[in-house]
């Protein structure tokens, strides 16, 4: 193992710190991996802040979520956006006509509805004076739109916003080369029959070459999953402990879906195809079966796999958020406030993916509270590798004191409390859409078990992150 790390690393000094640091302290998975009942936990003391309004998640909903490819694969990403609107609309009863502003994220854009929020909320019956704009923010899109909103409530321009995410991976944009489409715009240009033949007859077959999108990094121009597996074996991350990390989340997520947990899904009649009521990604194997699966990224000796990844997916979601006094004068009960919220951003090299290890520390000193005040944790999971190496940051003095500019560490979340009812690995992670699902299943877990606190944080491309309070609406 040694020998694969020095080969795999020899060009990164910071990684190899980390593995030499890591390799003597592997975090042991088989016992802590097991799901527990969630902590009920006594009120505590409520983060409201004098002077500053209060807002709050009326509802959010989502349709359900499917591997690209399926049910969704003729439809367009504004299609889904609309079925997620049109969701939030029946299920909360809202009038459309006090709705007064929306707000979608995306990462892939189709070119044809790039401003995808205005394009849902038509589709969707909204006013056409109801200003609607998107934003995007590689993974954590849903949650930039979400706090968007809270910024737009918070500074007295909106009383009620609708925010949510979507993406459709089954239908991606795939360019002509950058030479083919020069020449196809010359053409465009050429007035003359002689003009016209001069441009053809530069034409050269590699011309008809696509650009093939990739989920990859521009500035370092490697694969995210490329950057999980270094990132795993730079945190001494077994590849068992990445296959039992991800039994966990499609066996709870099955579990949730089994018992009904999973309420914020709303019913979508696929035009021409039959109604979908539930995500298709949660498949519970068994480690036998995961351990056959070759390496995805870096081969032969990588660790990151298609069944501890999370998977190309089709999805939207929506939430209305509003301000408290405004949500109590239209008769409504609140699901959960929004509270404290932090972005950060790292070097996108090395550390791509530990957003949620320096964002979880800031918001929580913003807030005032300790990872043992939160009673649910619901993190974005990109990769188990990934997970798992955030937690053994959390985890480590040395890493927070050498990498973080901190005294002290964190705390890893304790696995009883942390994704109880699945993750992006089994749930699905449509890149627009996930934040919201994040904040929802916090709010819903937060009303189910009795706790008052949870913790939202994610990881995204570009070396950037996100985390936020959500505390539940009293009952």
Sequence with gaps: MSTILTSTFKNLSTTSK????????????????????????????????????????VEGVRIPFLLSGTSYKDLMPHDLARAALSGLLHRSSVPKDVVDYIIFGTVIQEVKTSNVAREAALGAGFSDKTPAHTV?????????????????????????????????????????????????????KAKTLGQRLSLLSKFRLNFLSPELPAVAEFSTNETMGHSAD????????????QDEYALRSHSLAKKAQDEGHLSDIVPFKVPGKDTVTKDNGIRPSSLEQM?????????????????????????ASAMLIMSEDRALAMGYKPKAYLRDFMYVSQDPKDQLLLGPTYATPKVLEKAGLTMNDIDAFEFH?????????NFKAMDSDWFAQN???????????PLEKFNIWGGSLSLGHPFGATGCRLVMAA??????????YALVAACAAGGQGHAMIVEAYPK
């Design 230 to 241: 270094r990132l795993a074996a730079a945190f001494a991350v077994s590849r068992m402990e």
């Design 403 to 413: 990498y973080m500019g901190r005294k002290t560490k964190v705390g890893s979340p």
């Design 291 to 315: 351990a056959k699966l070759k390496p995805a990224f870096i081969k032969p000796y990588g660790t990151v796999t298609a069944a501890n990844s999370s998977f190309l997916t089709d999805g």
């Design 443 to 452: 709010a819903n877990r937060l009303r189910k078990d009795g706790g008052q």
């Design 136 to 188: 995007t923010m590689a993974c954590i899109s849903s949650n930039q739109a979400m706090t968007t909103a809270v910024g737009l409530i918070a500074s007295g321009q909106c009383d009620v916003v609708v925010a949510g995410g979507v993406e459709l991976m089954s239908d991606v944009p795939i360019r002509h080369s950058r030479k083919m489409r020069k020449m196809m715009l010359d053409l465009n």
């Design 18 to 57: 980390w593995a030499l640091r890591f390799s003597v302290r592997p975090l042991s998975c088989s016992s802590q991996l097991r799901s527990a009942p969630a902590v009920q936990t006594k009120s505590k003391k409520t983060l409201a802040k004098p002077n500053i309004k209060n807002i709050v998640v």
């Design 381 to 389: 999971e990109a990769f188990s590798g990934q997970i798992l190496a």
